[in-house]
């Protein structure tokens, strides 16, 4: 069969140019024209789902999402969508199966005993198991981060700080916008309703609401090291630095980016790192191919003997931009060449 790529759009949210598109969905959507691959962009709706997974089954052998779930209300049912289409033979880009391991921060938790991971993570499936261990663990180490298992550009990822007369300040990375707790309790209870109940509709989200704990790595300060992968291959490096003293490396918080190389020497035992962790993360793969494009983020960390060591903070694959390295649009597509 001919290669047809269908990328599906969402019409809403803030990551859309001008004319109603991602930036960079139109250039992946040239890159792969330029190899002879064709293809077009479809928006998706949930009111309209079943009308259009009966266009893409007839038309495409591949698809690549290009919805930020962020942008989306019903993303366990886009899920199921896209897993349909994937019973049909049809090449998805990236499969939920996939998603619902990698782009979690309950991923964590599962690679705490691997190379990249932190023994100190622990996923808090329920408010009752939070508020049971979260205040000895935050007596213990005084600063920990907080994670909703599901969020992007900050939002949901908490630095708490308990202080010498027991009050906490909770900041969170989106904003690095501080909050002010008296005691302890007072901030637990606020946790109690950002721990939701599971929809009894959800398929893939059943058991994955709650919060990952992590040990806070002061080396933030040097920022974060995004590795940009294009299957199972590193294609750029970006260095993230928080805005002056603050904890959070998300853009809009004002982090500054510097983009390398794949082959910058400074960065080389990062990226050898990540092709050993490829390994680990395989088993998470359900059976399925890396993501079509993903990231790994690390956060610097000093190991027993005081040398540098990499920490794995996050890993995001369900629809990475790369709205400001256009010209990795071209190797996206290279990943379609070997099919025909
Ligand atoms: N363990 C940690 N120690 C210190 N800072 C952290 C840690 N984890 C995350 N951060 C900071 O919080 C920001 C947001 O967290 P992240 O895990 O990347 O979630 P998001 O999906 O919102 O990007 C990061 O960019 C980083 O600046
Ligand atoms: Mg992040």
């Given at each position: 069969?001919?290669?047809?790529?269908?990328?599906?759009?969402?019409?809403?949210?803030?990551?859309?140019?001008?004319?109603?598109?991602?930036?960079?969905?139109?250039?992946?959507?040239?890159?792969?024209?330029?190899?002879?691959?064709?293809?077009?962009?479809?928006?998706?709706?949930?009111?309209?789902?079943?009308?259009?997974?009966?266009?893409?089954?007839?038309?495409?052998?591949?698809?690549?999402?290009?919805?930020?779930?962020?942008?989306?209300?019903?993303?366990?049912?886009?899920?199921?969508?896209?897993?349909?289409?994937?019973?049909?033979?049809?090449?998805?880009?990236?499969?939920?199966?996939?998603?619902?391991?990698?782009?979690?921060?309950?991923?964590?938790?599962?690679?705490?005993?691997?190379?990249?991971?932190?023994?100190?993570?622990?996923?808090?499936?329920?408010?009752?198991?939070f508020k049971?261990d979260f205040p000895k663990i935050l007596q213990k180490y005084r600063v920990r981060v907080l994670?909703?298992?599901?969020?992007?550009?900050?939002?949901?990822?908490y630095l708490i700080s308990l202080r010498d007369d027991d009050s906490i300040i909770c900041t969170e990375?989106?904003?690095n916008i501080k909050y002010f707790y008296e005691n302890m309790d007072n901030f637990i209870e606020s946790f109690k309703?950002?721990?939701?109940?599971?929809?009894?509709?959800?398929?893939?989200?059943?058991?994955?609401?709650?919060?990952?704990g992590?040990r806070f790595?002061p080396?933030?300060?040097?920022?974060?090291?995004?590795?940009?992968?294009?299957?199972?291959?590193?294609?750029?490096?970006?260095?993230?630095?928080?805005?002056?003293g603050?904890f959070?490396?998300?853009?809009?918080?004002?982090?500054?980016?510097?983009?390398?190389?794949?082959?910058?020497?400074?960065?080389?035992?990062?990226?050898?790192?990540?092709?050993?962790?490829?390994?680990?993360?395989?088993?998470?793969?359900?059976?399925?191919?890396?993501?079509?494009?993903?990231?790994?983020?690390?956060?610097?960390?000093?190991?027993?003997?005081?040398?540098?060591?990499?920490?794995?903070?996050?890993?995001?694959?369900?629809?990475?931009?790369?709205?400001?390295?256009?010209?990795?649009?071209?190797?996206?597509?290279?990943?379609?060449?070997?099919?025909?």
């Amino acid at each position: 069969m001919k290669q047809y790529v269908i990328l599906i759009e969402y019409a809403g949210g803030s990551d859309k140019g001008c004319d109603g598109f991602r930036i960079d969905t139109k250039p992946i959507l040239n890159a792969l024209r330029k190899i002879a691959v064709d293809g077009e962009v479809v928006f998706y709706s949930d009111e309209r789902k079943e009308e259009l997974f009966n266009y893409i089954k007839q038309k495409a052998s591949a698809v690549i999402s290009r919805i930020n779930p962020g942008n989306l209300k019903e993303v366990d049912s886009y899920f199921q969508f896209l897993k349909s289409l994937g019973d049909e033979g049809i090449e998805i880009h990236t499969h939920p199966d996939v998603m619902i391991n990698l782009d979690f921060k309950d991923i964590l938790e599962k690679l705490k005993n691997s190379l990249v991971g932190d023994k100190g993570t622990h996923f808090y499936h329920t408010f009752k198991e939070f508020k049971a261990d979260f205040p000895k663990i935050l007596q213990k180490y005084r600063v920990r981060v907080l994670k909703t298992n599901y969020g992007s550009t900050g939002e949901g990822v908490y630095l708490i700080s308990l202080r010498d007369d027991d009050s906490i300040i909770c900041t969170e990375a989106v904003d690095n916008i501080k909050y002010f707790y008296e005691n302890m309790d007072n901030f637990i209870e606020s946790f109690k309703d950002k721990f939701y109940h599971d929809d009894s509709n959800s398929v893939y989200f059943k058991g994955k609401s709650g919060f990952v704990g992590c040990r806070f790595l002061p080396r933030i300060n040097e920022g974060e090291i995004r590795i940009l992968l294009i299957n199972d291959k590193v294609a750029s490096i970006v260095h993230k630095r928080p805005a002056n003293g603050q904890f959070s490396a998300t853009l809009f918080s004002g982090a500054n980016y510097e983009y390398y190389q794949p082959d910058n020497p400074q960065y080389k035992e990062v990226i050898k790192l990540t092709n050993k962790a490829l390994i680990n993360i395989r088993k998470y793969l359900n059976g399925h191919n890396y993501p079509l494009l993903w990231t790994m983020d690390y956060i610097l960390d000093y190991d027993k003997k005081g040398n540098d060591r990499f920490v794995l903070s996050e890993i995001n694959c369900s629809c990475v931009g790369i709205t400001t390295q256009l010209t990795l649009a071209d190797e996206v597509a290279k990943f379609f060449i070997k099919k025909d």
